[in-house]
């Protein structure tokens, strides 16, 4: 998934097209694109292993709000990862993937006008690339910060399809409420006030990336996002079409993700492991492609108030008895963790050795 919110502490270098080259490449794709690294590594083909299932309508039902709950905090807990259904967003949904699709089929020179600008990280283009000879990830992105609605940059929001800048506001709108929902509801299995993780989203940072992976030759040899684990608090992503690709790292192997259709897929981020003081864990993940078809997929990266702290919450604290992570204010966190995607990074980053209270 990756590709976080805040664009101002660094930049990309620009990179072909994925897209545009796809359609040149023939049999062999060029070299740095070519990922060995990746092909000694285990992939579960056990189908009965799969990420939890929560159903929100029977959180909503007091005779079933207990049972659900308790599965929604073993998700968190156990796997960092979970698909959401009976969410209430179908119709916002299916209309965010019809338009991200019609984007994606317009001409590249159509689709230019919104590229990213030198040195940012949002429009049209790639992220995180951080050097000339780093490998390269076999996918393209629109990247749109949709929230709060005062860091909106309208060069980026396409005009076509022409229904696409009034989907993406009512979707944002829909996954941002989502969002806190479930954060509220985090929060209360952390045994803690909703509001105790709920206030550092008021005025939320809400970071859209519409993702599109090329069809490719060699797709066993290079990989649609490379493996990372999200910087943010919370994702919140849809699978646009029926090709899978989302893989998770599970007891040292990957575990493919099966997109239930009209389910969010949702995992938790670096910063709330963090605020977790580590009870919920951010899970490393990778996306790959496929040899045939095209993939899409849209992912909302849910990041705090800019007043916000990144450290284990008092009160776990208390509870545990110790701090297992160092607190630094959000400006920091960005400065110190965002240079590439590189596994669990940002996370294991804040980790202090031993656990300690003196922060």
């Given at each position: 998934m990756g590709g976080e919110?805040?664009?101002?502490?660094?930049?990309?270098?620009?990179?072909?097209n994925v897209q545009d080259l796809s359609t040149k490449v023939a049999d062999e794709v060029p070299d740095r694109y070519i990922r060995s690294e990746f092909e000694s590594e285990s992939v579960c083909v056990d189908e009965s292993i799969k990420i939890p299932v929560i159903d929100l309508s029977r959180i909503l039902k007091e005779e079933f709000r207990r049972e659900?709950?308790?599965?929604?905090?073993?998700?968190?807990?156990?796997?960092?990862f979970f698909q959401l259904i009976n969410h209430g967003s179908e119709e916002g949904m299916e209309r965010i993937k019809n338009d991200v699709e019609e984007f994606f089929k317009l001409p590249f020179e159509a689709k230019k006008a919104c590229a990213q600008l030198p040195n940012g990280l949002e429009g049209y283009g790639q992220a995180f690339v951080a050097s000339e000879d780093q490998k390269l990830d076999w996918g393209d992105m629109l990247f749109i910060r949709a929230l709060p609605t005062r860091g909106r940059t309208m060069r980026f929001w396409p005009e076509h399809p022409t229904s696409f800048r009034e989907t993406?506001?009512?979707y944002s709108s829909a996954v941002k409420g989502l969002a806190l929902q479930l954060l509220g509801m985090m929060a209360e299995n952390l045994g803690l006030k909703a509001e105790q993780l709920t206030s550092m989203f008021e005025d939320i940072s809400l970071g859209m990336r519409m993702n599109y992976y090329p069809p490719c030759p060699q797709a066993d040899k290079v990989v649609g996002i490379s493996p990372h684990s999200d910087a943010t608090g919370l994702t919140l992503l849809i699978q646009t079409n029926n090709v899978q690709g989302l893989q998770i790292r599970k007891n040292g192997m990957w575990v493919p993700v099966n997109a239930i259709p009209g389910a969010f897929i949702i995992n938790i981020g670096d910063m709330l492991e963090v605020w977790s003081n580590g009870k919920y864990k951010s899970i490393e993940h990778r996306v790959m492609v496929n040899s045939e078809k095209e993939r899409l997929s849209v992912a909302g990266f849910h990041a705090p108030n800019d007043d916000a702290i990144i450290g284990p919450l008092p009160e776990l604290v208390k509870k545990d008895g110790a701090a297992n992570y160092k607190s630094v204010d959000l400006k920091t966190f960005y400065k110190l963790n965002f240079t590439k995607l590189e596994g669990k990074k940002h996370a294991n980053d804040m980790k202090l050795e031993n656990g300690t209270t003196k922060i």
């Open positions: 919110v805040e664009q101002h502490s660094f930049g990309s270098l620009p990179v072909p659900e709950m308790a599965k929604l905090h073993a998700a968190c807990e156990e796997w960092g993406l506001e009512n």
